[in-house]
């Protein structure tokens, strides 16, 4: 309390400086008020020095510092405990959990960037192995070609032994193999149709296009053939596309081709896209964990908290767990070794406490709750993954 009011009483907030109306919104004050009652700014009529300046800058971050340490002391040694604190309304000691959260995740994706090196992407050269003719295969490249060589060979084998064995099968079997064979005839003639129709994409692209829209296409097969065209024709703009192939000017078509454009560049530029999503991961954990929190509600229900006193708790178990990341990682740069593991132990230790100490329930309950809430966690996590990769990779 007394670093909170050490500015009030010396430089310009001495009692001399002191004025009878808010300077900032106006508000009548009394000589006695040290701050607005209507905006909270300080009652000072005295020009701001530097010194003043410097004082008040070293006045928060003191302020500051002693809020930091008292979160981190209460939170690693004592679970579930600065929850209780916050949401009881001894908040002043601690600094704000949305905040603080925000801040670990950023300084934690800032150091994997800063350690990972990505430029072993670049080695995949996965733009040039796109092969326009057949989409999104991969055919052009020499590995898929030695598996293709070993695949016929294999399937030539088979073959001889079935030929082999054929005169010792009965009649069934033998019309068996004849129904078989007629759907792998079916099957060679639709990879024939679809290669005519990726020809006419490549050869008459306006022809392909003019039959696609007419068919109802999908966003997949609208990417699908920007991306052949932008490789082709090196197309800039979706204006180009419009007046080269008649594409339609709407929303779903405009998606599809800024989203092959994104494909494309991410392709050819995986280091920089990687870093990108990864930036991105901060953010992510605000959207992904008002919803986990829902769970937490659905699974405590009967406990007397708001949702809000679970996302609190979310927030402050998300910031040990940071904490535990960044620590692990600067083990690892400065010693060389891999202590992951042993920082998840600890994570999960911690977390079963902080259940149990926060909504004091017992062991066996926490257990099942914990396996609960952990399962989903996992799952959501996975889909927002999913789901940011997929979306850095359309609009990068």
């Known amino acids: 309390m007394k670093q909170e009011n050490w500015p009030v009483n010396r430089g310009r907030y001495q009692l001399k400086y002191r004025g009878v109306s808010c300077l900032n919104c106006g508000h009548p004050l009394d ?43 209460v939170m690693l040694l004592k679970p579930g405990s600065i929850t209780k604190d916050y949401i009881a309304g001894k908040r002043i000691a601690y600094t704000n959990p949305f905040r603080f959260l925000l801040s670990l995740a950023f300084i934690y994706f800032i150091l994997v960037n800063l350690n990972s090196n990505y430029d072993s992407f670049l080695d995949l050269d996965l733009e040039n192995q796109m092969n326009i003719e057949n989409g999104f295969s991969f055919a052009d490249s ?13 399937t030539e084998a088979v073959s001889i032994s079935m030929a082999d064995t054929t005169h010792q099968l009965n009649a069934d079997r033998i019309k068996g193999l004849e129904k078989l064979d007629s759907i792998t005839q079916n099957l060679d003639k639709i990879i024939e149709k679809e290669r005519l129709s990726d020809s006419i994409m490549v050869n008459n692209p306006k022809k392909y296009y003019s039959e696609l829209q007419a068919n109802d296409p999908s966003f997949t097969d609208k990417m699908e053939f920007f991306m052949a065209m932008i490789k082709r024709d090196s197309l800039k703009s979706f204006n180009q596309a419009k007046q080269k192939y008649g594409a339609k000017d709407n929303w779903s078509t405009k998606m599809a081709f800024n989203g092959s454009r994104s494909f494309l560049r991410a392709l050819a530029e995986p280091d920089y896209w990687i870093n990108d999503t990864i930036g991105k991961l901060p953010f992510v954990i605000f959207f992904f964990m008002p919803i986990f929190t829902i769970f937490i509600k659905l699974a405590y229900i009967r406990k007397n908290y708001t949702y809000t006193d679970h996302l609190i708790f979310s927030f402050h178990n998300q910031s040990l767990m940071f904490i535990l990341l960044i620590l692990s990682w600067l083990i690892d740069w400065i010693f060389g070794t891999s202590s992951m593991w042993l920082f998840v132990t600890l994570f999960s230790i911690y977390l079963f406490q902080a259940m149990r100490k926060f909504y004091s329930q017992g062991v066996l309950k926490t257990i099942i709750k914990y396996l609960f809430l952990n399962t989903v966690f996992l799952f959501l996590a996975t889909i927002s993954i999913v789901l940011l990769f997929t979306g850095s990779a359309i609009t990068y």
């Open 142 to 154: 020499e590995k898929f070609k030695k598996l293709d060589s070993i695949r016929i060979s294999e």
């Open 31 to 73: 000589i006695s008020d040290k701050y607005c009652p209507n905006c909270s700014q300080a009652n000072s009529t005295k020009k701001l020095t530097l010194k003043d300046f410097v004082n008040e800058f070293l006045s928060s971050v003191i302020n500051y510092d002693s809020k930091l340490i008292r979160t981190l002391y």
